[in-house]
């Protein structure tokens, strides 16, 4: 049972450039977390989706990030016109969507550098 | 969600049991404890959560106090690859929601 996928695991963009973030939750998974862990920082959520649905988007910049899951394929975060700022490690955990087995369980990461 | 109080470092013989301590003075009677930790920047791995009963599983062992204020994560016999940074979190155990990660414990299992 392959476990919480996320693509590419490094991604160098320079400023101005897009970057894309791919999620692919583990199968059955439901719900999907985004968390950013900045440079010898802790790890703070950005934003929780269902299919189709934001959930709740608390933690995510309101300019130039976006986060969408839809009903095919993987989970995105897109960040527009990356900043040095942006540069950090991006998380993706996902969750059944089934009483008692929330457990959020995570990705290896996607390395943002931004030059 | 309550917060939680955990020591910044610690240091473990390789071997011995390691016990990590967290304070969670604040928590509610809906809220659970979990425990996670961070190996050098992966993601982070899910180890044990709980609720008032204490709890094993092949990983670890968490003791929760009777009064629910304070929990222990307890790696039995701690090998060099246990070398992490725990966290303890404490959240509703309801359909979703977001983990609140605080700074953890840094563990250092010694040879």
């Known amino acids: 049972n392959a476990g919480v996928m996320q693509n590419p695991r490094h991604l160098v963009r320079r400023r101005g450039q897009e970057a894309r973030l791919r999620c692919s939750p583990m199968k059955g998974h439901s719900h999907v977390y985004w968390y950013r862990q900045l440079p010898e920082e802790g790890l703070k959520f950005m934003v929780y989706l269902q299919k189709e649905n934001i959930i709740d988007e608390s933690g995510m910049p309101k300019e130039r990030f976006s986060a969408e899951f839809p009903k095919e394929g993987p989970s995105i975060l897109r960040i527009q016109q990356v900043v040095r700022g942006d540069s950090a490690a991006y998380f993706c955990?996902?969750?059944?969507?089934?009483?008692?087995?929330?457990?959020?369980?995570f990705g290896p990461g996607t390395r943002l550098l931004v030059l | 969600d309550a917060k939680t109080t955990q020591p910044t470092s610690m240091d473990c013989a390789e071997g011995r049991a390691a016990n990590l301590p967290c304070n969670h003075s604040t928590i509610s009677g809906n809220e659970y404890v979990y425990w996670y930790r961070q190996i050098h920047s992966q993601g982070p791995q899910y180890i044990i959560h709980?609720?008032?009963n204490n709890e094993t599983n092949e990983m670890a062992s968490l003791i929760i106090t009777e009064d629910r204020k304070s929990s222990t994560l307890i790696l039995p016999h701690a090998t060099l690859r246990d070398t992490a940074v725990y966290y303890c979190i404490v959240k509703y155990y309801n359909q979703g929601g977001k983990l609140i990660f605080g700074q953890g414990t840094e563990l250092s299992v010694k040879p």
């Open positions: 709980g609720l008032k």
């Open positions: 955990a996902s969750s059944l969507n089934e009483a008692g087995k929330e457990t959020q369980y």
